[in-house]
């Protein structure tokens, strides 16, 4: 009884410092990312039922996603904190939903292990305070999970508000379809154990299957289909041949990405997960635990879609899978630790040794804490734009890089904490613009003029400060990450009476 108590208020010591980890990055209130000013600019510019057309910018989000974002914008206003409640609030209770489950899929104290994994991984701190979809399907994932674990009896009712709920899911996050497809195969399953008919279940799947068509040809086929999104995402889709060497290299590469999101880079690391993983297959499949099914066939769905080239598996993408992923190498773990707790034999005591060293490393690649120390910031698209707004030369022209226009639009436009900056008017350029040619056309009907270039690596950066530098004067420059402002004058030739 002591030791239980002790366990749950552990439990409640880890989802505290989860929680405080994520309101911590919430709080910090970095730059948001260029992805999130185009979605954000897309709520600041249209109306509820103009979101439900392809949204502009390259960008694609669920439309629930987005219509709660605006109803909350329209409440609050629109800045970075308010844009970042949703996500927020959706990475918070992932928290709570994932305890649940894995408490059902494990015992004590490994449940507690893969919620501290879970609740301090960088990924679920990041995403749950970025304005982005991502940690929503996280939350829709779980609780698809949660409800159909919870579900003792499979009767009308319950069918009934499973279906609601998935009608509605599918509206909220796009890979909740593999979720829901792997939560009515589970149902049927166990029905068919029951020996109860399974009609109402393939009923309920069908009427999810239509809510998800309607969404498909609505929301997702526009994008999908789009040149940019193909573009983009080629290197992430599965591509199937066995028969070709670089195929097989390319999709190995992918599925060693997934892993890689558990726990970086290291090798060690890398090998302790998939083991994991693969014990706890072989494992569930001789127990015939059909749970399962819950947890790895989204993600094989996931991977079926990919090949099929109408999913990414990109890490943000993908991020639906990581409370899956922790719970399949955690049952695994658990497994180990038993079969090395009762027998004498030194086998497992080493393979449990190699996983948890493995785990481990990985755990502390992947792990929050350091952002108490040092804020996280991926790139800052905002300390540029304000170091122009509070320069003397604030009222000059600035030529925007393509990636600059998003932040000089949403700060300057939509952000009530920011609009009212003072900053002159922008230059609009595409991705085959010379910033450096550009630049000096305008010195010829301009004294001074900024450039602003936003998403710009470090070797960017500084190609363009030489290029400007051989060819003008630089009057003043500020860089932040991935971001430089620079103000130029025209250099002028000396007469040749001064040679």
Request: hydrophobic share 50%; glycine share 4%; net charge positive.
């Amino acid at each position: 009884m002591q030791t239980e108590q002790r366990y749950i208020w552990t439990e409640r010591v880890v989802l505290f410092i989860s929680a405080f980890l994520c309101i911590l990055l919430f709080v910090q209130d970095r730059s948001l990312l260029l992805d999130s000013l185009n979605v954000a600019r897309n709520i600041g510019e249209r109306s509820f039922v103009a979101l439900i057309n392809p949204l502009n910018y390259e960008q694609s989000a669920p439309l629930l996603f987005l219509w709660i974002s605006k109803l909350i914008t329209s409440f609050l206003g629109i800045s970075q904190y308010t844009l970042r409640i949703l996500p927020l609030i959706a990475g918070i209770s992932s928290l709570f939903l994932f305890t649940q489950i894995s408490k059902k899929l494990l015992r004590s104290p490994f449940y507690i292990l893969a919620l501290f994994w879970f609740g301090t991984h960088q990924l679920v701190t990041r995403y749950s305070t970025e304005y982005k979809q991502y940690m929503v399907d996280v939350f829709a994932t779980l609780l698809i999970i949660w409800v159909v674990l919870k579900i003792k009896e499979i009767n009308k009712e319950n069918l009934w508000k499973l279906t609601l709920g998935g009608v509605i899911l599918i509206w909220l996050s796009m890979p909740s379809m593999f979720v829901l497809i792997s939560a009515m195969i589970y149902l049927a399953l166990v029905q068919h154990q029951r020996k109860k008919p399974i009609s109402p279940i393939l009923l309920s799947t069908i009427i999810i299957g239509i809510s998800f068509l309607v969404n498909y040809w609505i929301m997702l086929s526009p994008t999908i289909g789009s040149e940019h999104m193909q573009n983009f995402h080629n290197g992430f889709f599965l591509q199937g041949n066995i028969f070709n060497l670089d195929s097989v290299s390319h999709d190995f590469g992918l599925i060693v990405g997934q892993a890689r999101m558990l726990v970086g880079k290291s090798g060690l690391a890398i090998g302790a997960v998939l083991l994991s993983i693969i014990i706890s297959i072989v494992i569930s499949v001789k127990q015939k635990n059909y749970e399962l099914i819950l947890i790895l066939l989204p993600i094989v769905g996931a991977f079926a879609a990919s090949l099929l080239a109408k999913y990414s598996i990109l890490e943000r993408l993908m991020l639906f899978s990581l409370p899956l992923s922790i719970l399949l190498v955690m049952v695994g773990v658990e497994y180990v630790y038993r079969k090395a707790s009762m027998q004498k034999a030194y086998f497992p005591k080493v393979v449990l040794g190699i996983i948890t060293l493995g785990l481990l490393v990985g755990f502390y690649e992947k792990q929050s804490f350091k952002y108490i120390f040092e804020p996280f910031e991926h790139e800052d698209n905002r300390s540029s734009l304000l170091y122009i707004s509070d320069h003397p030369e604030k009222g000059r022209e600035i030529i925007c890089s393509q990636h600059a226009l998003p932040a000089y639009d949403y700060y300057t436009q939509y952000d009530f904490n920011y609009k009212e900056m003072k900053v002159g008017s922008s230059i609009m350029t595409d991705y085959n613009t010379d910033l450096t040619a550009l630049a000096l056309a305008k010195l010829d009907h301009s004294e001074k003029i900024w450039i602003l270039a936003n998403h710009y690596q470090e070797e960017d950066i500084e190609k363009l400060i030489s290029n400007l530098d051989n060819k003008a004067i630089i009057e003043n420059s500020y860089r932040a990450k991935s971001s430089v402002a620079i103000i130029i004058s025209k250099k002028v030739s000396p007469q040749r009476g001064e040679e």
